[in-house]
């Protein structure tokens, strides 16, 4: 009967009931309205952050209640379920956001548990709504895929981070990418075919200096006379009015997607 009573207390503690809640969300079950007034009435930290740890070989050939019970022993108000093949924890954002030094006291904390060769952790932005465990947890998931992509040789991915790759690997919703060029932007592909010069690459540069000359013959490494002759030569056969911020706008989002591409495929 004491046994039964500590469980039955143990299971209605707000701590369990954010856990329940939280999985409800994420498999986008309703939530108990018994449970939304308890969480209401529940002391929780202000704000959270999700996190998607993904083990590597050795760490998941560990029992997957180990490294929540490890989690949550770490970093006290945290909670941690297995997911998928993964560990998702909802942690108070202050591990994170009280400053440069807390957060890299708080990886390293997570590299000496884990040791970092054996997982990858894409964390949320934080939050405040719990309600919202869902959006978040989202984020930390696109985060692990994006940064495992880009920054392979790296453990932690912000979503911060790579919101702006992720913004536009979903804008061509699925269309060629090659749909959106414009015929001055085909003819400086034609160009680089045949040229050990890039015109595509001398254009990126220019317009993410903002279109600065200086800055840009610095970074292609040339010298200002050449990339002037170069620019007429690409404004030409561009044919576009690079003065027009759509126009720019256009052409770096199609020069991102093109430059995250190679990055992922090659």
Known sequence: MLAMKQHTQFLSSGHSVLRKVCRSLLD??????EDRRRLEQTDLPARWRCMVLQPG????????????????????????????NNIVSFVPAGAFDDGPAARREYLRLLEEQFDADN??????????????AKTHFTQALIALENGSIFDPEDTFYFFENYALEELIINAPNDQPLEMYYSEGLKRL?????????SYIETL???????????ATAAELYVHR??????????????????????????????????????????
């Open 57 to 84: 070989e050795k760490l998941s050939k560990v029992p997957a209640s180990y490294v929540c019970e490890s989690l949550e022993s770490l970093f006290p108000g945290s909670l941690a379920f297995s997911r998928q």
């Open 189 to 197: 592909f034609e160009h680089d075919e045949n040229s050990a010069t």
């Open 119 to 132: 997982l990858k952790v894409g964390i949320s932005q934080d939050f405040s709504d719990v309600f919202s």
């Open 204 to 214: 990126h540069t220019y317009l993410k200096n903002n279109m600065n000359v200086t």
């Open 28 to 33: 986008d079950m309703p939530v108990d309205p």
């Open 225 to 266: 006379s050449t990339l002037l002759e170069r620019l007429s030569r690409i404004k030409k056969e561009l044919d576009a009015d690079l003065e027009d911020p759509d126009v720019r706008l256009q052409l770096l989002i199609l020069l991102k997607a093109l430059d995250l591409r190679r990055k992922a495929f090659g």
